[in-house]
């Protein structure tokens, strides 16, 4: 069984910025992908990005510029580097890892950006 487990979600004026992070309990290489997902009240969840064993990251269109995705292999830590936040990024955001086996999520954090 994997764990994952975030954390660093709170509240924050807009404009401001927050770092998340995800704690998995094995090796990032067992993973096909690394991702952070959020869903908002009333919506459905939704990709904010991704990252590969290969380095390669891909983003939603909405956090293009604003939110990085990295990694630290020695931690097993996935981050999520949101800046220039906004209103509209509120949301319990949440880990996912993939492997072949299936998908493990984590329990979600939340963001709350205040205008």
């Known amino acids: 069984q994997v764990q994952v487990v975030e954390s660093g979600g709170g509240l924050v004026q807009s404009g401001g910025s927050l770092r998340l992070s995800c704690a998995a309990s094995r090796s990032l290489s067992s993973f096909i992908v690394m991702a952070w997902y959020r869903q908002a009240p009333g919506k459905q969840r939704e990709l904010v990005a991704n990252?590969?064993?290969?380095?390669?990251?891909n983003y939603a269109d909405s956090v293009k510029a604003r939110f990085t995705i990295s990694r630290d292999n020695a931690k097993n830590t996935v981050f999520l580097q949101m800046d220039s936040l906004k209103p509209e990024d509120t949301a319990v955001y949440y880990c996912?890892?993939?492997?072949?086996?299936?998908?493990?999520w984590g329990q979600g954090t939340q963001v709350t950006v205040s205008s």
């Open positions: 990252i590969r064993p290969d380095g390669s990251t």
């Open positions: 996912n890892m993939r492997r072949f086996a299936g998908d493990y």
